[in-house]
């Protein structure tokens, strides 16, 4: 019985540790699926302004974060498709939501996907912000602060994968097209 019970415990942690990462995955998959419901429907930025035509979008920076564990949500108030508030605090009239990666989980790679299915994960990327513009379901992708289509291989998706403590790796991949996968 105590044989039992040792591996049970052993193993406890390690399914923990998936039940996080893949609520994780979850959590952001959502997001960015609600801002893309944002984007493309008609959500007043501030009720009472009749302003129906901002984007809205999902925005990580490595740069930003120490830990590399946050995300925001955010309305493309100027129209720049990029988020221009703080990840520290959320600060500025464009974050809705600054949204923390749960437990010790943390985001580990930004990669691209090119045209031939051929994914690129080389840490030159450290800045995504994905973005949603009324009438187009499409998604608008900007990797360093430059869109999709400056980088080599014409990519045709971002993927963002996040890591467990146990090593543990799931990912939220969104194409051009506006389609959100998550694994």
Known sequence: MALIMGVVVIHQ?????????????????????????????????????????????????????????AYVFF??????????????????????????????????????????GTEVCDNTINKVDIIFLRPETKARIRLNGGDITAFPGSPQAVRVKLTSPFGETHSVTVYKTGQISSL
């Not at 996080?20 to 699926?33: G, H, P, S």
């Not at 493309?76 to 939501?97: K, L, P, R, W």
């Open 13 to 69: 942690n390690q399914y923990t540790d998936g039940i996080y990462i893949r609520n994780a995955v979850d959590t952001l998959a959502l997001a960015v699926r609600q801002a893309q419901v944002y984007g493309t429907s008609v959500r007043e930025l501030t009720p009472g302004t009749n302003n129906f035509s901002t984007p809205y979008g999902i925005s990580f920076d490595s740069t930003a974060m120490s830990t590399n564990s």
């Open 75 to 116: 309305a493309d108030v100027n129209s720049n498709q990029s988020y221009d508030g703080s990840f520290i605090n959320c600060s500025g009239q464009e974050c809705i939501e600054l949204t923390s990666v749960s437990g010790n989980d943390y985001i580990s790679a930004f990669c691209d996907i090119l045209s031939n």
